[in-house]
């Protein structure tokens, strides 16, 4: 049985009021029996790491995710991030190559590699984002892009190591868009991600790995996008802002 995960992507939103308060929020509603068996994370910013940390607690389904973090292990890299201070900060998670990175700060598949690297080698769990811009999908090159996404920075993991990443599938024209790819298109890109995955590594592995969609999932859509046998949750932008939102997205397995 794999993991359900409802990933909220605060991205660079929030003060540390205004954050605390939409944790705690999440924290209480959680709480719900329902929610029991659901993993729910919040990917948000370093400066609030720490006191959201306090915030989740001793609570068992409530997870907290850093954004991104370098690739090399400290030195002069002023503005960075390393792998070893959000390990030091107790952070589970760490989202890598989101478009928006790619895009604006032209993250590589080398650095993108080396990153996922790095957070293997300090306990925390990759949750690496792929997917197409709208024109490779319709030149029908997403399923080459996407794979060579994977195969450039993840598919020189050993078994043990690819075992503890989490994929997240997000089409870039679907992120913030308001646009959800549909349930087809979801599904069968996550099949092709599984199948990818058991051609280089094994059925078994490519069983084991959770796979999330991303792209504006909103309580109205998350029920059928997570019904779909491929799609094992979500990575949710801007319906994460509101706790309530949120929550109701986890509910929808
Ligand atoms: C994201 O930021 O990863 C995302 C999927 O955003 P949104 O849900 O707003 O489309």
């Known amino acids: 049985m794999r993991k359900k995960i409802a990933a909220g992507n605060w991205k660079m939103n929030t003060t540390l009021d205004e954050g605390l308060k939409l944790a705690s929020e999440v924290v209480h509603m959680a709480k719900d ?3 029991s068996e659901t993993t729910i994370m919040m990917s948000v910013p370093y400066t609030h790491i720490e006191s959201i940390k306090k915030t989740i607690g001793n609570a068992t389904n409530v997870f907290i995710a850093a954004q991104n973090c370098h690739q090399e292990l400290s030195g002069a890299y002023t503005g960075e991030i390393s792998a070893a201070m959000l390990q030091n900060l107790g952070v589970d998670c760490v989202v890598l190559g989101h478009s928006e990175r790619r895009e604006y700060y032209k993250e590589t598949y080398a650095e993108l590699e080396s ?12 949750i690496f984002c792929c997917g197409e811009k709208l024109a490779t999908r319709e030149e029908n090159a997403h399923f080459d892009l996407v794979k060579e996404q994977l195969s450039s920075s993840l598919f020189e993991l050993d078994a043990v190591e690819f075992a503890k ?9 679907a992120i913030g868009t308001g646009v959800t790819a549909s349930d087809e298109q979801a599904q069968e890109m996550h099949h092709f991600i599984r199948h990818t995955i058991a051609k280089n590594y094994s059925d078994s592995i490519a069983k084991q790995i ?15 996008l997570f019904s779909c046998p491929d799609v094992d949750g979500g990575l949710i ?4 802002m509101d706790a309530q939102g949120f929550i109701d997205i986890a509910k929808s397995f």
């Open 210 to 224: 959770p796979i999330l969609y991303g792209g504006s999932v909103k309580p109205a859509n998350a029920q059928t």
């Open 33 to 35: 029996e329902s929610l």
């Open 165 to 173: 990443v989490i994929i997240a599938y997000e089409p870039v024209w």
């Open 237 to 240: 932008g801007g319906a994460s």
């Open 115 to 126: 990153k996922t690297q790095i957070v293997l080698k300090h306990q925390m769990t990759p």
